[in-house]
């Protein structure tokens, strides 16, 4: 029955799967409660440029495609403090930016495989020990934030001028919150997809919002949801050979669904 | 002679081409009562938030307890939003919210000490009841009573509150504006309210300042509403409001 462990390419899907849940359902609630939902996709699309600068010098797309998504994450922030273009405007410039240059760049490249498939959809069979050990540092940085930062990210997400008029510094706090947020997208992006990065990043906050009083239960609630919702859908997309990405999704969906349907009661 | 709280002197707030308040001079001497009147877009609110540090953007000089805002400490100021703005899809419980005003940033979980403190001040301001109720399910009147509990909790030096009757009854008003009072009779604390009653302003407060981008008229409450003051302050140029005179009978009475 769980013969699946002893694949090795199993064994990092679900050690990434769990880190990756975790890190999506965590950073999610933020993208929820402050409306960024449109933040996921235009970071995953500007990932995908990073993704093809990296398969066009034929070197590892994650150490290209982190920088070149931080970037892009560093410059909605930056735009909306100088120049008060909205947060969804200016994402939406730099999507269509970041997709543009990625389909010249693959288009330079003749003989292209078919890589980019993996990317686009997610496929447990893709990841690196590489990709493993950026997301095992990543979430061991994800945890302390949960201590050091949670708090100031949760009161600006309430209300940031009340948080100002605390003294938190919530400009250099949305910076880091932005760049987190977006490596934390490059790296789910080989086990989710960038097609549906957005979903993960939404869904299980989302979920987890509908049952909850406070702040602090629906961040708890978001992270179960995620990192339960990793597991399964990995194991089914092992059995029925799907991408593990539209399983993850539709799994997540499900549980959005009943917890609707339960309030609702 | 009185400690002076708050001291603007030629204080603008804005960008050279566009300021939203313009040549603010006052002095406001600690405990006093102080109504903020104008029309829509008068500049109220920034004045608030220049108090606040929020507006980084002022020339002029101003000081609060003989401090720059940029350095004044937080619990100097209890700040009550207006109640519009704020966001209640947020899921959060009013005993968070008083919480987030003792810790001065968010609470994941309250320690006892703070839940005790803030249950003190929700039940001296009568929201106990609703202390564990989520925010989306309260009303304009008690959510209002939630912040004002949420800055007194500070024991603040000046109370900055921000069309506190606007979105609430009366009943609730009227609750609201003597609890204000007997704050501001009992603690010595200094009452900045903007507000769009002109009647509670002439009733309750000791200083008005009438604002039209500009500042209008700072003094004594009850020589503020004279017709020529009302005239510049809600008039724009060109044409009468003859509605603004009605304020007569009041300032007569």
């Known amino acids: 029955m769980l013969d699946f462990l002893n694949y ?46 990296g398969i066009l010098l034929n070197t590892e797309p994650l150490w290209i495609a982190i920088p070149f998504t931080m970037l892009v994450a560093i410059a909605i922030v930056y735009l909306k403090d100088k120049t008060g273009i909205e947060t969804d405007t200016s994402i939406g410039i730099l999507f ?43 979430s061991v940085i994800t945890l302390a934030t949960f201590f050091f930062k949670w708090a100031s990210w949760a009161y600006a997400s309430f209300d940031s001028e009340l948080a100002i008029s605390d003294k938190i510094n919530v400009l250099r706090d949305d910076y880091l919150l932005n760049v987190l947020i977006a490596i934390t997208i490059v790296v789910a992006m080989k086990i989710v997809g960038i097609i549906l990065i957005s979903a993960f990043l939404v869904i299980p906050a989302a979920s987890g919002k509908i049952i909850s009083k406070t702040f602090f239960q629906m961040t ?41 349907i339960i309030k609702r009661k | 002679m009185q400690n002076i709280i708050l001291s603007a002197k030629n204080l603008s707030t804005g960008y050279a081409n566009q300021l939203f308040l313009e040549n603010i001079n006052l002095q406001i001497p600690e405990s006093s009562y102080v109504a903020v009147v104008g029309p829509n877009g008068s500049g109220k609110t920034t004045f608030l938030k220049t108090i606040l540090g929020l507006k980084k953007n ?60 803030a249950m003190e001040i929700l039940t001296e301001v009568g929201a106990d009841s609703y202390a564990f109720k989520s925010i989306e399910q ?37 609750s609201i504006n003597s ?75």
């Open chain 1, 8 to 53: 090795t390419f199993m064994q990092n899907a679900l050690l990434a799967g769990v880190l990756i849940g975790f890190l999506a359902s965590y950073y999610g609630v933020f993208v929820v409660q402050r409306k960024m939902s449109f933040l996921g996709s235009g970071l995953s699309h500007s990932a995908f440029g990073g993704v093809a600068l």
């Open chain 1, 96 to 138: 269509s930016v970041s997709v543009a240059i990625g389909i010249i760049l693959l288009s330079l490249r003749t003989n292209y495989s078919g890589d980019a498939y993996s990317y686009l959809f997610g496929s447990i069979l893709s990841v690196s020990t590489n990709d493993i050990i950026v997301t095992a540092i990543l």
């Open chain 1, 220 to 260: 708890i609630i978001s992270i179960i949801i995620g990192i339960t919702s990793s597991i399964v859908g990995l194991i089914l997309s092992y059995y029925f050979d799907i991408p593990s990405g539209a399983v993850i999704i539709l799994f997540q969906t499900l549980i959005f669904l009943i917890f609707g």
């Open chain 2, 58 to 117: 002022y020339t002029g000089e101003l000081l609060i307890n003989n401090e720059k805002p940029e350095n004044v400490p937080s619990t100097w100021i209890g700040y009550v939003p207006q109640i519009k703005t704020i966001d209640r899809s947020f899921p959060a419980l009013p005993i968070e919210l008083v919480a987030s005003g003792i810790k001065k940033n968010w609470v994941g979980v309250i320690p006892k000490e703070a839940k005790d403190k």
């Open chain 2, 138 to 174: 309260l009303s304009g009147g008690q959510l209002q009573r939630v912040f004002l509990a949420r800055s007194l909790v500070r024991k603040p030096k000046l109370l900055l509150l921000d069309e506190p009757a606007t979105g609430i009854d009366l009943v609730c008003e009227l």
């Open chain 2, 179 to 253: 609890l204000i009072n007997e704050y501001n009779k009992k603690h010595n604390v200094t009452v900045i309210m903007v507000t769009h009653d002109w009647s509670a302003a002439y009733h309750h407060t000791n200083f008005v300042l009438l604002l039209n981008k500009k500042q209008i008229y700072f003094g004594e409450s009850k020589s503020a509403f004279t017709d020529e003051n009302l005239q510049n302050t809600f008039s724009h140029s060109g044409h009468h409001h003859d509605i603004k005179f009605g304020m007569k009978e009041l300032v007569n009475a």
